[in-house]
């Protein structure tokens, strides 16, 4: 598996690749740079929130979903 999570340069600069495809990452998630945290990196086509143009991967079901039908009782 290659190494895609971010990671400091010896000259002291963060390298974020993008986790899904390993290209320079331009959106950060969970970075938390004073708490030792490189959070998660995305390219731009990567990036999650982005409208999905291509299932990659089946999304997971949300949890605690709620139905319109099949309410009611009776
Ligand atoms: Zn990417």
Do not use: E, I
């Not at 970075?31 to 982005?50: E, I, M, N, S």
């Not at 997971?60 to 009782?73: D, I, N, T, Y």
């Amino acid at each position: 598996m290659p190494d895609r999570n971010p990671r400091l340069t010896a000259a002291g600069q963060l390298l974020h690749p993008c986790r899904v495809c390993g290209a320079p990452g331009s959106f950060g998630f969970g970075v938390r740079l004073l708490k030792g945290q490189l959070g998660t990196w995305y390219c731009g086509d990567h990036r999650p929130g982005r409208p999905a143009h291509q299932a990659a991967a089946p999304a997971p079901a949300p949890a605690g979903q709620m139905s319109l039908f099949g309410g009611g009782h009776g």
